[in-house]
């Protein structure tokens, strides 16, 4: 049971390119979530999945598109990488948003966007 | 604006003594409190939830308090080993049971020396 995993670890872009973060769990949860984490500032939602097929928008969905094609998989896609985006992204899953239900976090992405 | 805000930014201790760290929220309606640990280069993992009617809840050597009145919560970490050393999140769930919604703070960076 490897829980939620990502890849890749890290990655450097340059302005203007395109990538996608790939994020994997083996718990059967149905909520799914990608973060973005900056220097001085608490974990931010770009967007979520509430089950296969659907995703939403979160506090800061812009530049990024996801897709949940497959209920283990939540991938995360930059169209044209800026340096904003320089961030460490955390995929989350959870088995529902009931309450008291913790959120699983992967490991995180390291992304550099020069 | 629902905030949560955490002191001290960072704190250094000696291995074995005990510390406390601070959270306070202004999140409303309010659903439950998590506190999580990121080690350096990890996801973050949860150590205890709360909800409005807890005031007190344990995890080993972590023990979290809730005041749902004043809106503070801390977490007080007992007999500090070196393996503490880590940022320390506090997680504010917004709206009733059921809500996708978290607050996060921006941590506390714990540094345990031997």
């Known amino acids: 049971n490897a829980g939620v995993t990502q890849t890749p670890k890290f990655r450097v872009l340059k302005t203007g390119q395109s990538m996608t973060l790939l994020c994997a769990q083996d718990m059967n949860h149905e909520y799914m979530y990608w973060y973005r984490q900056d220097p001085g500032m608490g974990l ?17 969905p812009d530049g990024y598109n996801v897709s949940r094609l497959k209920k ?37 992405t390291r992304l550099t966007v020069l | 604006k629902n905030q949560v805000e955490q002191s001290p930014q960072s704190l250094i201790i000696l291995e074995g003594k005990n510390c406390t760290l601070q959270c306070n929220y202004t999140v409303s309606p309010f659903s439950n409190l998590r506190w999580y640990k990121q080690d350096t280069g990890r996801g973050p993992v949860s150590l205890t939830i709360m909800t409005f009617s807890e005031n007190t809840k344990s995890n080993g050597r972590y023990t979290a308090t809730l005041d749902a009145d004043t809106k503070q919560s801390s977490l007080h970490i ?16 917004e709206g009733p049971s059921g809500t996708y919604k978290y607050i996060f703070g921006t941590g506390t960076r714990l540094k345990v020396l031997a």
């Open chain 1, 72 to 108: 283990q998989n939540f991938l995360l896609g930059l169209e044209s990488a800026a340096p904003s985006q320089t961030s460490v992204y955390f995929c989350a899953s959870s088995p529902s948003l009931a309450g008291g239900l913790r959120r699983f976090f992967g490991p995180g």
């Open chain 1, 44 to 60: 931010r939602l770009i967007h979520y999945s509430v089950g296969e097929g659907t995703t939403a928008k979160g506090e800061v």
């Open chain 2, 78 to 93: 007992t007999a500090s080993q070196l393996s503490d050393s880590a940022s320390y999140i506090c997680v504010v769930s």
